[in-house]
């Protein structure tokens, strides 16, 4: 069964510290992986997506890696802020997916960070 | 562009009302989505359209209807709403770079209508 797990399912931490956010999965066939950061009551905006031959991509303080022969990603986060607060949710698209129908999502984790 | 839309932003039924969730796009894109989001779950398709009179079911589609009648809207139609389907809801749109099996797409959600049914 295609899932995603995402670990830990929360995380609170110092402004200026650094974190990183764990999610791995089984889908088959795997196509890309994003990673989105969700504002309290706002839609899930996309920060990176990785294919199978990228292993690292970074947007600003985000960094994802992605390890296709062990199914696990990580989001990284340097020095936060505490404008990183929110959920960030990992999703993985399989490869026959065109129109977003074979998305799996994991449930997110919440980061808060505090002054 | 103002990318995708939603209303209402808030919406409280009674049990057995029926009520429409409208989401547009100005992105012209094809694919249009419609998810459910509720705690402690990831958000779980209900249905899909990859164009104008094309929709299909997705994870949970049971007590929701939809219809494309055009690129831009993707309405979404609560028949009889339950307790159940208390939650907020995500319309998205996407489209779709690549080959088989080298599907790159990008997606966008709107802000969400949040849901409360008595």
């Known amino acids: 069964k295609n899932q995603v797990e995402q670990s830990p399912q929360s995380l609170i931490i110092l402004e200026g510290k650094n974190c990183t956010l764990q999610?791995?999965?089984?889908?088959?066939?795997?196509?890309?992986l994003r990673w989105y950061k969700q504002d309290t009551g706002r839609g899930p905006v996309s920060l990176t997506i990785?294919?199978?031959?990228?292993n690292t991509k970074s947007n600003g303080r985000y960094t994802a890696t992605l390890d296709a022969d062990t199914k696990q990603s990580s989001l990284h986060i340097t020095a936060s802020q505490l404008s990183d607060s929110a959920s960030y949710i990992c999703?993985?698209?399989?490869?026959?997916?065109?129109?977003?129908?074979?998305?799996?999502f994991g449930k997110g984790t919440t980061l808060s960070v505090s002054s | 562009n103002a990318g995708v839309t939603q209303t209402p932003k808030f919406q409280v039924l009674k049990t057995g009302q029926s009520m429409t969730l409208q989401c547009a796009q100005d992105?012209?894109?094809?694919?249009m989505s419609w998810y459910r989001q509720d705690p402690g779950m990831g958000l779980r398709l209900i249905h899909y359209s990859v164009g104008a009179g094309i929709t299909d079911q997705g994870e949970v589609p049971n007590g929701y209807n939809v219809s494309r009648s055009t690129t831009e809207d993707f309405p979404l139609r609560l028949l009889s709403a339950a307790p159940s389907q208390t939650s907020v809801y995500f319309c998205?749109?996407?489209?779709?770079?690549?080959?088989?099996?080298?599907?790159?797409?990008?997606?966008?959600f709107g802000p969400g209508t949040r849901l409360t049914v008595l």
């Open positions: 990785m294919t199978f031959s990228e």
């Open positions: 999610c791995n999965y089984t889908v088959s066939p795997f196509s890309n």
């Open positions: 992105m012209n894109h094809e694919y």
């Open positions: 998205a749109s996407s489209y779709s770079t690549g080959r088989v099996n080298y599907y790159r797409y990008e997606q966008f």
């Open positions: 999703v993985v698209s399989a490869a026959y997916n065109q129109a977003g129908t074979a998305l799996i």
